[in-house]
């Protein structure tokens, strides 16, 4: 249990790295919620400081996820009763939530598309990978970023029922559900860009 407890506890603090407000002191001497729209994400650095910092957040917000499932999971397995993948799944989450609500930032961080990514790419790479095609092709067509996050966030629970009732993976129904529940999460965190998507006021791609 107490190994349990410091694989979430570390998981947490690992995802809670404010990689965009350390990006936006650096550049911008501010912290980047107080400009664009005002969120701690790969999206709004691009937005205020360009393409270059923002593949950095991304990348790093990315490799958050990766490690906490990957690696972080593995501290004291052998004293934890539970299954590897739930262990897996509980360190994926923790990072998601430390990147939403991070310690170092007042509990106000990103809304966790880029730490997603890499928990779900770490845990089932087909159905990430294909979500992430997804979210390239819509936001380079519709040139609105909320679109492709939300799509793929809805697609990667189907791509792995997909996988397992029509090819026959090994998927895990505390997977999917994992799944569900960040698709559910991403929506909830978007729910601003979604009334403006309405409203036909959301934010495009390529406009600074």
Partial sequence: MVSLLII?????????????IIAGKLILKDDIRNHGSGNAGATNVYRVMGWKPALVVVL??????????LL???????????DLTLIRIAAGASAIIGH????FAGFKGGKGVGTAFGVLLALAPIASGASGVI????????????????????LFPIMLIIE???????????L?????????????THRSNIFRLIKGEENRFGSR
């Fill in 8 to 20: 979430i506890t570390l998981s947490y603090l690992v995802g809670s790295f404010p990689t965009a």
């Fill in 60 to 69: 790093v917000d990315i490799g958050k996820g990766v490690v906490a499932t």
């Fill in 72 to 82: 972080i999971s593995k501290i004291g397995t052998n004293q934890v009763s539970l």
């Fill in 100 to 103: 939403i609500w991070t310690i």
């Fill in 135 to 154: 979210w390239i092709i819509l936001v380079f067509t519709t040139r609105i970023v909320s679109i492709g996050s939300i799509s793929a966030g809805i």
């Fill in 164 to 174: 397992k009732k029509l090819l026959n993976k090994h998927i895990s129904n505390s």
């Fill in 176 to 188: 999917i559900i994992m799944g569900i529940l960040i698709a559910l999460l991403i929506i909830v």
